[in-house]
């Protein structure tokens, strides 16, 4: 099994959900993309916790299974007890840890913004202020992010308007200061590109 895994590259996702049974143990799945682009659920773990010490305990596992260190990029939900856990074993200062974008921007973001500007509609003010998210995302370089990124928050959550105040200092504190795991035109972000075999990076960002 450790050398199928090996074969599967250097890509993992790592995801957990909320009490997602009758009694509330949360799942986690360690995904990877095997050679041909496809995704494949190598370890489920069910935990009533969500500590530091659970996810090192998950990883340890995974280490014991399959012999096998950690892939080099890890996408997560930026969940703060599973970045400590990586943190506790030497190979995370090679690890590159990037943020799921679905999480970042359609979960934390929507919750924290789309109320405030409204959600109803295909062309509601949350779509727009996501697909003005996604241009973001895909700018071309830094210059061109940041230009994009202070006319989103100038229409959709100006400074002016005290009503969006703490909306617009999430966006600045929590989003834009850690651009560098979600934007394409980082250096980091376009790294992710290395544990993906040519077939698979034809078919679109992994996030």
Same mark, same amino acid.
């Given at each position: 099994m450790g050398s199928k895994v090996a074969?599967?590259? *250097?890509?993992? !996702?790592? %995801?957990?959900? +909320?009490?997602?049974?009758?009694? +509330? !143990? #949360?799942?986690?799945t360690f995904t990877l993309v095997d050679s041909g682009g496809k995704s494949r659920a190598v370890l489920l773990s069910l935990n009533l916790h969500e500590t530091t010490s659970d996810f090192i305990e998950m990883i340890s596992c995974w280490r014991k299974a399959f012999n096998a260190s950690l892939p080099k990029v890890v996408f997560t939900d930026d969940d703060h007890a599973f970045k400590s856990a990586?943190? $506790? !074993? $030497? *190979?995370?200062?090679?690890?590159? +840890?990037?943020?799921?974008?679905? +999480?970042? !921007? %359609?979960?934390?973001v929507k919750h924290k913004v789309g109320g405030l500007l409204g959600l109803k509609g295909d062309d509601s003010p949350w779509s727009q202020f996501r697909k003005g998210l996604a241009a973001c995302r895909e700018a071309a370089c830094e210059q061109?992010? *940041?230009? #994009?990124?202070? #006319?989103l928050l100038e229409k959709w959550l100006p400074e002016s308007e005290k009503n969006f105040h703490n909306s617009r200092q999430y966006m600045i504190k929590h989003v834009c200061s850690k651009r560098e795991r979600w934007a394409t035109c980082n250096s980091k972000a376009a790294l992710r590109w290395v544990a993906?075999?040519?077939?698979a990076q034809n078919r679109g960002t992994p996030s």
């Open positions: 074969r599967c590259g *250097e890509l993992l !996702f790592w %995801d957990s959900t +909320h009490n997602s049974t009758r009694y +509330h !143990f #949360k799942l986690s990586l943190s $506790a !074993f $030497a *190979e995370s200062r090679n690890i590159l +840890h990037l943020m799921c974008t679905y +999480h970042l !921007f %359609d979960v934390n061109i992010l *940041e230009n #994009k990124w202070n #006319k993906l075999p040519p077939n």
